[in-house]
């Protein structure tokens, strides 16, 4: 599909002028990760957040749902379906992420201020095999939190004016996804069993792509 085209189908899906033009110019997996390692992080100033793709692209920043959407919108435009797929943690905070398939292999765009919880190649061969990369990084501190993913929401399904030009934030969007079918990834016994991150390991925590505001890091 060409430039223009993918430009009028944003369009159609609910983007304005601008914002349809800047995803359409992302015409693989790679280009939007690419674009969204670059793009600010939304650190919440003014309280939680879950803005839809215009809203985000509009204000410049973005969090991990935000990204996803972002992300899912963009895979959207290049003939991929608008897949999130949650993470569940414990006593730790959920990670979305937009997952594709190319070849019949899994991977997925991430949007993360941090050195874990990345963009992962199309190389797994399930959505399980993709969502089990993610469990020795997905920790907090020294504990390993990981437990559950989600079956791949399709956000095809859903109006465009409730994620994409949504002038309010999508919290129907998180609800949806967080209430979505979830598949254990270790049992109680096993999550008893785990061994903590090491100092090194912990210690890359501090490494971020934006720095974190003052006011952000004292409410860690």
């Known amino acids: 599909m060409s430039l223009v085209a993918r430009i009028r189908l944003a369009?159609?899906?609910g983007l304005?002028?601008?914002?349809?033009r800047l995803l359409a110019k992302l015409s693989t997996p790679r280009a939007i990760q690419d674009f969204l390692v670059s793009f600010p992080q939304n650190f919440e100033p003014k309280g939680d957040t879950a803005r839809s793709v215009e809203q985000a692209l509009k204000h410049r920043s973005a969090h991990c749902i935000e990204g996803a959407m972002i992300a899912a919108f963009a895979l959207w435009l290049q003939g991929h379906p608008p897949l999130l797929l949650d993470f569940?943690?414990?006593?730790d905070m959920d990670h979305v992420?937009?997952?594709?398939r190319i070849n019949g292999k899994w991977g997925a765009i991430s949007k993360t201020n941090y050195v874990c919880l990345r963009w992962r190649d199309p190389v797994y061969r399930s959505v399980r095999e993709l969502a089990m990369s993610y469990f020795h990084e997905y920790a907090k501190g020294p504990r390993k939190t990981l437990r559950t993913?989600?079956?791949p929401y399709d956000l095809s399904k859903i109006p465009p004016e409730k994620w994409v030009n949504n002038p309010k934030d999508c919290w129907e969007i998180a609800d949806r996804i967080t209430v979505a079918?979830?598949?254990?990834?270790?049992?109680?016994?096993?999550?008893?069993g785990l061994r903590p991150r090491?100092?090194?390991e912990v210690a890359s925590d501090k490494i971020t792509v934006f720095p974190i505001p003052k006011w952000k890091k004292r409410r860690l």
């Open 16 to 20: 304005a002028a601008p914002q349809a």
């Open 149 to 151: 993913y989600s079956k």
């Open 88 to 91: 569940g943690a414990h006593q």
């Open 198 to 200: 090491d100092d090194v």
């Open 97 to 100: 992420i937009a997952p594709f």
């Open 181 to 192: 079918k979830h598949y254990a990834i270790v049992t109680d016994d096993e999550a008893e």
């Open 11 to 13: 369009q159609k899906r």
